[in-house]
Structures are given as structure tokens and as C-alpha cells.
């Protein structure tokens, strides 16, 4: 049976082992009694008394019902969880002798990753004699990180570790990760001006003139009021 830490930091009615507490709740004015008569109001209005500070002179309490005081904990608790920003470790894996294609290949992915608030884990693999360019694994490790200096700061510096040199880069801002959009893109999808897709301008259809009016000189024999 899984244990109830939440439970297991306060102590409750008979549990509280000091002589006078400090009670306070809703409607209730603070004030310090003994133990006992503290009990004796608690049952009274039908709650219990929780000891919320223990290390106070003299120990705090709180009247109020138990069940209730811990499901108010958990929630609190949770809500602080959801709070957090969830940062993912993303592995880059280079060897010793990586060609600049596959360098800037893995340089890019490794933007990304800290552009989305996510922690790179880089580290270059040793196979065999290969150990002994571990200097130039260093010197690669190292090049990576001062090309990423724009989108995180180094955690830690390259470390070798068996056959593999080791080192992590940390995003320099962590943000909550946005949910994929779903539907048509509205005008508030896109934060710069530069992203936003170029509509196609509405052609209007010329309109026709009407004839112009003749206006030079009668010929005779001509009714020019029909």
C-alpha cells in the first residue's frame, strides 16, 4: 500500500504533543489556548485540529476538517506541478571525425531543440583506437557550443566518461511549449510580420466607358434631336 506523505507531515487532535496552540480558521479569532481546551472547540464545531506551523511559539492550528485541509494540499500541490516548464533532454551524438555536412546537419536540429526550451545533451562516441583523438573531440564539442551561444549557455564543460565525452547545453529561455494549431491560421498565429502568408490581391474587373458624346459639327440633313 502506497504511503501518504501528505498525510504523514501534520499532526492531528491527539497527535499534537504541545501544551498550548495558537488556533486560528474561518470565523475564528486568534487566539492561544491549551491543547485541551483547543480539542474541546474543535469537537465542538465538528472539525479538527491540524497543526499547520510546528515550529512556531506556540505551535500553530488550524481548525477545519482534516479531509478537507488535504485535498486543498493536493490541489495546491498540483497546480504548482503543472506551473513547472517540463525541459526535455535531447541527445546530438558526434564521432571523433564528423564532416562539416553532417556538423551543421546536427548543428541545426540542436537549434531547434533550444529554440523550443528543450536541454542538448552533445557528446562525442570513441570507438576502439579512436581514444586517442579525444583532444579533438574536446576541440569539436567545443566549437559546437560557441556556435549555439546565440540559443543556450553550457551547463557543463566537456567531460569524458568511458567512451564518451559529454557535454550539455541549456536553453537561455525556457518557455512553455505551445500546442500545434489546429484549423485555418488566424492573424494572431503568426508573431512576426514576415510569417504571415501573402494574400493574393483582388483583381477587379475594368468597368467599360460609355461612348463619348459627339460634339463636332452638324452635318446638314442630319436630325440631331431624334
Given at each position: 500500500?502506497?504511503?501518504?506523505?501528505?498525510?504523514?507531515q501534520y499532526r492531528?487532535?491527539?497527535?499534537?504533543?504541545?501544551?498550548?496552540?495558537?488556533?486560528?480558521?474561518?470565523?475564528?479569532?486568534?487566539?492561544?489556548?491549551?491543547?485541551?481546551?483547543?480539542?474541546?472547540?474543535?469537537?465542538?464545531?465538528?472539525?479538527?485540529?491540524?497543526?499547520?506551523?510546528?515550529?512556531?511559539?506556540?505551535?500553530?492550528?488550524?481548525?477545519?476538517?482534516?479531509?478537507?485541509?488535504?485535498?486543498?494540499?493536493?490541489?495546491?500541490?498540483?497546480?504548482?506541478?503543472?506551473?513547472?516548464?517540463?525541459?526535455?533532454?535531447?541527445?546530438?551524438?558526434?564521432?571523433?571525425?564528423?564532416?562539416?555536412?553532417?556538423?551543421?546537419?546536427?548543428?541545426?536540429?540542436?537549434?531547434?531543440?533550444?529554440?523550443?526550451?528543450?536541454?542538448?545533451?552533445?557528446?562525442?562516441?570513441?570507438?576502439?583506437?579512436?581514444?586517442?583523438?579525444?583532444?579533438?573531440?574536446?576541440?569539436?564539442?567545443?566549437?559546437?557550443?560557441?556556435?549555439?551561444?546565440e540559443y543556450g549557455?553550457?551547463?557543463?564543460?566537456?567531460?569524458?566518461?568511458?567512451?564518451?565525452?559529454?557535454?550539455?547545453?541549456?536553453?537561455?529561455?525556457?518557455?512553455?511549449?505551445?500546442?500545434?494549431?489546429?484549423?485555418?491560421?488566424?492573424?494572431?498565429?503568426?508573431?512576426?510580420?514576415?510569417?504571415?502568408?501573402?494574400?493574393?490581391?483582388?483583381?477587379?474587373?475594368?468597368?467599360?466607358?460609355?461612348?463619348?458624346?459627339?460634339?463636332?459639327?452638324?452635318?446638314?440633313?442630319?436630325?440631331?434631336?431624334?
Amino acid at each position: 500500500m502506497k504511503k501518504d506523505n501528505l498525510k504523514s507531515q501534520y499532526r492531528v487532535n491527539e497527535q499534537i504533543r504541545a501544551r498550548e496552540v495558537r488556533i486560528v480558521g474561518d470565523d475564528i479569532e486568534s487566539q492561544i489556548l491549551s491543547t485541551r481546551d483547543a480539542l474541546h472547540i474543535a469537537e465542538q464545531k465538528g472539525v479538527d485540529l491540524v497543526e499547520i506551523s510546528p515550529n512556531a511559539e506556540p505551535p500553530v492550528c488550524r481548525l477545519i476538517d482534516y479531509s478537507k485541509f488535504i485535498y486543498q494540499q493536493k490541489k495546491r500541490q498540483k497546480e504548482m506541478k503543472a506551473k513547472q516548464v517540463k525541459i526535455d533532454v535531447k541527445e546530438i551524438r558526434f564521432g571523433p571525425q564528423t564532416d562539416d555536412h553532417d556538423y551543421n546537419f546536427k548543428l541545426k536540429h540542436a537549434m531547434g531543440f533550444l529554440a523550443d526550451g528543450d536541454k542538448v545533451k552533445a557528446y562525442v562516441f570513441f570507438r576502439g583506437r579512436s581514444i586517442l583523438f579525444k583532444e579533438q573531440g574536446e576541440v569539436l564539442l567545443l566549437r559546437f557550443a560557441q556556435d549555439l551561444e546565440e540559443y543556450g549557455k553550457v551547463e557543463s564543460m566537456p567531460v569524458l566518461e568511458g567512451k564518451r565525452m559529454i557535454m550539455f547545453i541549456a536553453p537561455k529561455k525556457v518557455t512553455p511549449k505551445k500546442p500545434a494549431v489546429e484549423g485555418p491560421l488566424e492573424d494572431e498565429d503568426f508573431e512576426d510580420e514576415e510569417e504571415r502568408p501573402i494574400e493574393e490581391p483582388v483583381r477587379k474587373k475594368p468597368q467599360q466607358k460609355a461612348p463619348k458624346e459627339y460634339t463636332g459639327p452638324k452635318v446638314e440633313g442630319e436630325n440631331w434631336d431624334d
